[in-house]
């Protein structure tokens, strides 16, 4: 079982700690997944690092692959019990990006049949049309260059 942190006032950790209950879909020594409480869609989960982390640039390499690790099968298996054929990867890392829990998680949301890029599912949200922009090739070449050396 390896080490890791934990925030006593973290719900995420709480729930890591059975403190707080959950609808636990998968477990190992670095990874927890269970139903999200306030869903976007039936089988909607989260997938958490069981060490304490607030950003996913925050996560050990090895807590992020085990993350990663188990989302193929959880997602066909969360498919599978949801009948849903198509399914969205968020992460949201601080709160300018929408980030709730600082305890950080995946979601996977299934898109059930009826639901598209720009229509909710069930009425609950989770519209993605966004308004996208246009590279810039001039400056796209330096930024590309400035962040293979920050890598
Ligand atoms: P965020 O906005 O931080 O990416 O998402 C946080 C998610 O955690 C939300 O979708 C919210 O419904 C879920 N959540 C918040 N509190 C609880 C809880 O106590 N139990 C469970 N299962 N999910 C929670
Ligand atoms: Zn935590």
Partial sequence: MPDY???????????????????????DDRVLSFLDIGPLSAGHALVIPKG??????RVPAEDAAAMFRIVPALSR?????????????????????????????????????????????EGNGLPFNWPTGEI?????????????QYV
């Avoid at 599978?80 to 950080?104: D, I, M």
């Fill in 5 to 27: 942190p934990t925030d006593p006032d973290c719900l995420f950790c709480k729930i890591v700690a059975g403190e707080i209950p959950c609808h636990k879909l998968y477990e």
């Fill in 77 to 121: 298996a969360i498919m599978r019990a949801a009948g849903a054929s198509a399914w969205n990867l968020l992460q949201n890392n601080g709160e300018a990006a929408g980030q709730a829990v600082g305890h950080v998680h995946l979601h996977i949301i299934p898109r059930p049949a009826g639901s598209s890029r720009d229509a909710p599912i």
């Fill in 136 to 148: 810039d090739h001039k400056k796209a070449g330096g930024l590309a260059e400035t962040i293979r």
């Fill in 52 to 57: 304490h982390y607030e950003t996913i640039d």
